[in-house]
Nanobody
Framework: QVQLVESGGGLVQPGGSLRLSCTTS????????MSWYRQAPGKQRELVAG???????NYADSAKGRFTISRDNAKDTVYLQMNSLKPDDTGVYYC????????WGQGTQVTVSS
């Protein structure tokens, strides 16, 4: 059974930091490209950051310089370090695994507000 479980979301003040984790099971993690998406209220889900099997990374323009995606193949886990958070970063953050099939987690809520 494939599972992607996100954690680390919460309420944070503008300028603060959060570290999201996505722990997976039931997939060959090291063979998967991993990514983080965000869905803000009333908006479509959008790519925030991605990391390939060889740890090449890419970021949305809004995330460049503030967010860092990383992976730990020994723990089957992908991370998203988010710094200098802004209210526009608010949303549900989803983890996606892409190989021969595509898998999504259930999401974790991030709220940036004073």
């Amino acid at each position: 059974q494939v599972q992607l479980v996100e954690s680390g979301g919460g309420l944070v003040q503008p300028g603060g930091s959060l570290r999201l984790s996505c722990t997976t099971s039931g997939i060959h993690f090291r063979l998967m490209a991993m990514s983080w998406y965000r869905q803000a209220p009333g908006k479509q889900r959008e790519l925030v950051a991605g990391i390939t099997q060889t740890s090449y990374t890419n970021y949305a323009d809004s995330a460049k310089g503030r967010f860092t995606i990383s992976r730990d193949n020994a723990k089957d886990t992908v991370y998203l370090q988010m710094n200098s958070l802004k209210p526009d970063d608010t949303g549900v953050y989803y983890c996606k695994a892409l190989g021969r099939s595509e898998y999504w987690g259930q999401g974790t809520q991030v709220t940036v507000s004073s």
